[in-house]
């Protein structure tokens, strides 16, 4: 929260209520759309999207308009300004003057968005951006250099044990993860268009199958307040699912992405062999 914005707003709303000319109820309902839009679009340190933005103006015009028709009075003082406004004859000069600024107004908006130059973001995004050598998770220290997913070797030396952790990955993921990842786990759930970043789609074939299972058990447990920088400007809605999961649970859902998707893990001999490809060739 930008400080430097709320600040003047409390102070500006304050001196309107100890103001010694009592202002109306219309201009309280205009004062509070304009404070609550002051402090939407300029208020926080990363922008909302002006779609956010219209829709909370939405609620609280809403809001405002029902606490105004509660009450005979209130009602009163927000209509009566109103009328006079538009009837009264000393108000006719200010009356064009709004009818001509208005779509006057929606031009120049209109014509300066059509004109805008393309602005660049701040710096780009790295969809999976490089994650530490080593995290905590549950107070316990995580190497994700060397490690490896504990239950992963089941598939060929206890198949029947594997199952049971899928089967258990399963769970995890639709009693969690399938809001936003969607049944499919195209990242199309019933949440997923609200959010920026839209979720991952784990079946599309340059996302998981290209990374390391640690990398998964490390964007899971940190989720999105865990990103580092090059993972925005838009943080990820990811909850930190270390708070919620047990790492065998985390461990367990990420066989079963796996599992579901019929991809496999990428390999750290490959990974290694790449690395070394790539060295040889400087």
């Given at each position: 929260?930008?400080?430097?914005?709320?600040?003047?707003?409390?102070?500006?709303?304050?001196?309107?209520?100890?103001?010694?000319?009592?202002?109306?109820?219309?201009?309280?309902?205009?004062?509070?759309?304009?404070?609550?839009?002051?402090?939407?679009?300029?208020?926080?340190?990363?922008?909302?999207?002006?779609?956010?933005?219209?829709?909370?103006?939405?609620?609280?015009?809403?809001?405002?308009?029902?606490?105004?028709?509660?009450?005979?009075?209130?009602?009163?003082?927000?209509?009566?300004?109103?009328?006079?406004?538009?009837?009264?004859?000393?108000?006719?000069?200010?009356?064009?003057?709004?009818?001509?600024?208005?779509?006057?107004?929606?031009?120049?908006?209109?014509?300066?968005?059509?004109?805008?130059?393309?602005?660049?973001?701040?710096?780009?995004?790295?969809?999976?951006?490089?994650?530490?050598?080593?995290?905590?998770?549950?107070?316990?220290?995580?190497?994700?250099?060397?490690?490896?997913?504990?239950?992963?070797?089941?598939?060929?030396?206890?198949?029947?044990?594997?199952?049971?952790?899928?089967?258990?990955?399963?769970?995890?993921?639709?009693?969690?993860?399938?809001?936003?990842?969607?049944?499919?786990?195209?990242?199309?759930?019933?949440?997923?268009?609200?959010?920026?970043?839209?979720?991952?789609?784990?079946?599309?074939?340059?996302?998981?199958?290209?990374?390391?299972?640690?990398?998964?058990?490390?964007?899971?447990?940190?989720?999105?307040?865990?990103?580092?920088?090059?993972?925005?400007?838009?943080?990820?809605?990811?909850?930190?699912?270390?708070?919620?999961?047990?790492?065998?649970?985390?461990?367990?859902?990420?066989?079963?992405?796996?599992?579901?998707?019929?991809?496999?893990?990428r390999a750290r001999a490959h990974q290694e062999s790449?690395?070394?490809?790539?060295?040889?060739?400087?």
């Open positions: 929260m930008n400080l430097l914005v709320l600040v003047p707003v409390v102070l500006v709303l304050l001196a309107l209520r100890l103001a010694p000319i009592r202002v109306n109820m219309l201009g309280w309902f205009f004062a509070w759309i304009a404070a609550i839009y002051t402090v939407l679009q300029w208020g926080f340190a990363v922008p909302i999207p002006q779609s956010v933005v219209k829709l909370y103006i939405g609620i609280v015009t809403l809001a405002l308009l029902a606490y105004v028709t509660s009450d005979r009075e209130r009602l009163r003082g927000f209509w009566d300004p109103l009328r006079a406004f538009l009837t009264e004859k000393r108000f006719v000069p200010l009356l064009v003057l709004v009818a001509l600024a208005i779509p006057a107004a929606v031009a120049v908006k209109i014509y300066l968005d059509v004109t805008a130059e393309p602005v660049p973001p701040a710096f780009g995004r790295t969809v999976h951006p490089a994650p530490p050598e080593q995290i905590t998770v549950h107070d316990q220290p995580v190497d994700l250099v060397t490690i490896t997913n504990p239950y992963r070797r089941l598939r060929e030396s206890d198949p029947a044990a594997f199952a049971e952790h899928v089967a258990e990955g399963r769970r995890v993921y639709y009693q969690n993860c399938f809001y936003c990842h969607g049944d499919l786990m195209r990242g199309e759930g019933m949440f997923a268009h609200g959010l920026n970043p839209i979720p991952t789609n784990f079946q599309d074939p340059g996302t998981i199958a290209q990374l390391q299972e640690s990398f998964l058990f490390w964007r899971i447990s940190k989720g999105g307040p865990g990103l580092p920088k090059e993972g925005g400007p838009w943080a990820s809605a990811m909850p930190a699912w270390e708070k919620f999961l047990s790492e065998e649970e985390m461990w367990d859902v990420i066989l079963f992405l796996y599992d579901f998707t019929g991809q496999s893990p790449t690395r070394q490809e790539a060295e040889g060739g400087e």
